[in-house]
């Protein structure tokens, strides 16, 4: 594992209209082996976007979830699934997304 990364969580601070406020907080930036599944332009929208696919393997951790995402080279990656290992359950897999 060589690819530093950064886990964030989204903000919890709701202005008086109730809605959902604020920055992103880091929760820990931690090595990994970042593999770039596959990648492809679809319409949103009516619109072209970008994705691009990713399985992030990282040691196991509690407190990671699929409400926070990624920051790796300077690309944001949303965590869709946390999967554990079923070989070694000293590491986890983090299924991400990233759209541009």
Same mark, same amino acid.
């Given at each position: 594992?060589?690819?530093?990364?950064?886990?964030?969580?989204?903000?919890?601070?709701?202005?008086? #209209?109730?809605?959902? &406020?604020?920055?992103?907080?880091? !929760? +820990?930036?931690?090595? /990994?082996?970042?593999?770039?599944? *596959?990648?492809?332009?679809?319409?949103?929208?009516?619109?072209?976007?970008?994705?691009?696919?990713?399985?992030?393997?990282?040691? #196991?951790?509690?407190? &990671?979830?699929?409400?926070?995402? !990624? +920051?790796?080279?300077? /690309?944001?990656?949303?965590?869709? *699934?946390?999967?554990?290992?079923?070989?070694?359950?000293?590491?986890?897999?983090?299924?991400?997304?990233?759209?541009?």
């Amino acid at each position: 594992m060589n690819d530093k990364i950064t886990i964030q969580r989204p903000p919890t601070t709701k202005n008086a #209209a109730g809605q959902i &406020v604020g920055e992103w907080s880091d !929760v +820990a930036a931690v090595w /990994a082996d970042v593999r770039h599944q *596959s990648g492809a332009e679809v319409l949103r929208n009516g619109l072209p976007v970008s994705t691009v696919r990713a399985s992030i393997m990282i040691r #196991a951790r509690a407190d &990671v979830d699929n409400s926070m995402r !990624v +920051a790796y080279k300077g /690309a944001l990656y949303n965590i869709k *699934s946390v999967l554990p290992n079923d070989r070694d359950r000293r590491f986890m897999f983090l299924v991400c997304e990233s759209a541009k």
